[in-house]
């Protein structure tokens, strides 16, 4: 961006299908694409663990 009053943007990737069958299209998506999170399998078992009943 050589022009400083340029705006930045962001582009979704191309989707397949329509309404609530709309996704992105896997070929369209790269590494630079979604998001690194390897912490989620433990903070799914804390939540899931927050969540079940307790005997009393």
Same mark, same amino acid.
Request: aromatic residues 6%; hydrophobic residues 25%.
């Given at each position: 961006?050589?022009?400083?009053?340029?705006?930045?943007?962001?582009?979704?990737? *191309?989707? @397949?299908?329509?309404?609530?069958?709309?996704?992105?299209? =896997?070929? &369209?998506?790269?590494?630079?694409?979604?998001?690194?999170?390897?912490?989620? *399998?433990? @903070?799914?078992?804390?939540?899931?663990?927050?969540?079940? =009943?307790? &005997?009393?």
């Amino acid at each position: 961006m050589s022009d400083p009053r340029e705006k930045a943007t962001s582009n979704a990737p *191309a989707t @397949l299908g329509e309404g609530c069958l709309s996704r992105y299209d =896997p070929d &369209d998506l790269s590494s630079e694409d979604g998001t690194e999170f390897p912490g989620a *399998a433990e @903070l799914w078992k804390q939540e899931q663990a927050k969540s079940e =009943p307790r &005997d009393a």
